[in-house]
């Protein structure tokens, strides 16, 4: 068993709650060889770092399962300045994916990157010869599902591997994942479907404050189709859980004034809204029902958050409908003291005012 370092810590960037634990050998950790999108940081520049912060994708993803096309948004819930949005992915040409909970991971001093799952995402597949995710009617549809619990297996092994060096207690709530995967897609011969995995943290103490952290198989959940007798209307998910607001369908339901207005607007965005209070989004064809969703969403835009709208398109496949905002530019690090410039030549070096011996 390895010593733990007793100057570094490991906490969650969260509005009033923040997670502390020791954290070892992050390097290797956060940093595998096959991610050659990241920096690998070694182990002598790893060991200068005091802490290891995991920043949220925090926020409301609604889903709209349409006659002609998926519809997806996201929300940000502006928990804290470094919080993000629920991160929308495109893993195919007719298949997305939303990733909330602790997707970022880095250090702030000096800055590293450890970990950014939303750009690893595509990349992560467990390279599973025989396995087909289970289906609420029980159809097997072959490689799709096959590639569906691939996608899930990968992200897996990659929370995994960040794990395996976290030896502090984190406390997650046990009824709050530490990240949760949602899958929406296209299958040949079976249709739409909208799956959600949630990726739970079990940690179990060892010898004092050193504890074992092990990433739990996600427990998958179909939702859609719905059940026969379920209705067939929005779809929304919230992270993080313990802070429920209520959904967009629940506020159509209690007719709120500031949807009230849009759903009255006109003939045609009436009729939208009364399919989606009937269960009968699948009836509505992508051009009726997003105008009339789109008008919603913005309505429930919290002050300075950011939303994203994609379509995955029956026949065309994936487009962004509004893109999310570009990453914000980071910062470079200041230039050392002693660095040349053009404002601050190197000490003899040749110039034009001061030209090499002959």
């Known amino acids: 068993m390895q010593a733990v370092p007793k100057n570094q810590k490991f906490f969650f960037r ?10 070892i050998a992050f390097a290797q950790a956060f940093c595998p060889p096959q991610h050659t999108a990241l920096r690998a940081a070694p182990q002598e520049e790893y060991e200068q770092h005091d802490e290891v912060v995991a920043n949220l994708a925090a926020g409301r993803v609604i889903i709209t399962v349409l006659k002609d096309a998926i519809l997806i948004a996201s929300i940000e819930n502006h928990l804290e300045p470094e919080a993000q949005a629920p991160a929308i992915i495109q893993l195919g040409a007719r298949r997305a994916a939303i990733l909330l909970g602790a997707i970022s991971w880095n250090s702030p001093s000096p800055p590293v990157e450890w970990a950014n799952l939303a750009t690893e995402l595509p990349t992560l597949h467990a390279n599973m010869t025989v396995a087909v995710a289970p289906h609420l009617q029980g159809s097997a549809v072959g490689a799709e599902a096959k590639d569906l619990e691939d996608v899930g297996e990968g992200l897996r092994i990659r929370l995994s591997s960040m794990m395996k060096k976290v030896h502090g207690n984190l406390e997650v709530p046990e009824d709050e994942p530490l990240v949760e995967l949602v899958l929406a897609d296209y299958v040949v011969d079976y249709g739409p479907e909208v799956w959600t995995l949630q990726y739970a943290i079990n940690q179990q103490p060892e010898r004092g404050d050193f504890w074992d952290s092990k990433i739990q198989r996600p427990r998958y959940a179909q939702l859609w189709p719905p059940e026969k007798t379920a209705p067939h209307t929005l779809i929304e998910i919230q992270y993080p859980q313990g802070e429920k607001t209520p959904t967009l369908l629940d506020l159509l339901r209690q007719k709120s004034p500031q949807l009230e207005v849009i759903g009255t607007s006109d003939p045609a965005m009436a009729a939208v809204a009364a399919a989606i209070l009937r269960g009968d989004t699948s009836k ?12 919603c969403l913005n309505a429930l835009m919290p002050p300075s958050a950011t939303l994203a709208i994609a379509r995955i398109d029956q026949e065309q496949g994936f487009e962004w409908l509004l893109a999310p905002p570009p990453p914000p530019k980071k910062i470079r690090p200041e230039t050392e003291p002693n660095a040349p410039s053009l404002q601050k030549p190197q000490p003899n070096r040749p110039s034009l005012l001061n030209p090499p011996p002959k």
Do not use: K, T
């Open 14 to 23: 969260r509005s009033r709650i923040a997670f502390l634990a020791i954290a």
């Open 284 to 295: 509505l064809q992508s051009a009726d029902a997003v105008p009339y969703l789109r008008a």
